[in-house]
């Protein structure tokens, strides 16, 4: 199995922006059930985490909440085991992530 970069039904997400996520809450139980995905997924956010750090560059987050399913376009800030964090200590639970969609950088296209 491999941790999907981006949901099969994109549609079913709503773009949010990051100042939205104070609106939102959480369930307890994580949005990945494979322990294998979740490992994956960990990793994929450290690795967006860098290249957000780095190289400036913004991914596409899409997460689970009680309010539904949304899409974020943001830089990672930092990422620790439970949360990931964003400009402004904005953040959310990592076990509501189900895809993470790199972006090319400019000098890529």
């Known amino acids: 199995m491999v941790f999907p970069s981006r949901p099969a039904q994109t549609s079913a997400y709503r773009l949010i922006n990051r100042t939205d996520l104070l609106n939102l809450t959480f369930a ?4 990945i059930s494979s322990e294998a995905m979740r490992q994956e997924r960990w990793g994929l956010l450290h690795k967006a985490t860098f290249q957000g750090n780095v190289e400036e560059r913004k991914v596409t987050i899409f997460f689970t909440a009680d309010q539904g399913r949304f899409a974020l376009n943001t830089t990672i800030w930092a990422c620790t085991e439970q949360t990931v964090v964003f400009k402004d200590s904005e953040q959310m639970p990592i076990r509501a992530v189900e895809a ?3 972006h090319q950088s400019s000098e890529e296209e």
Do not use: L, Y
């Open 100 to 102: 993470v969609e790199f």
């Open 28 to 31: 307890d139980q994580d949005a």
